[in-house]
């Protein structure tokens, strides 16, 4: 599973980015996390960030960002 939090490096961003990494963590899966920060990239997903993607598919975009729970079930495993 390839997990992508995007966003220009702000606050919420690294937040995001964070909780992500507790939510698959919990899960006890394997996912490749990336945070992208590159503009052009993020554009190709979204034009809200912070945004996650999982599998190339944007699952959550802008404000409010997700707690841990929210974000287990955008990654789609309960």
Not at 7 to 30: D, H, M, Q
Not at 34 to 63: C, F, Q, R, W
């Amino acid at each position: 599973m390839e997990i992508l939090v995007l966003g220009p490096g702000c606050e919420n961003c690294k937040k995001l980015y964070e909780t992500t990494k507790k939510a698959v963590s919990e899960l006890g899966i394997e996912a490749d996390i990336k945070k992208i920060e590159d503009i052009p990239t993020i554009m190709k997903y979204t034009m809200n960030t912070p945004a996650l993607v999982v599998d190339g598919k944007t699952v959550h975009s802008g404000k409010p960002l997700p707690d841990v729970e929210k974000v287990k079930k955008l990654i789609g495993v309960k």
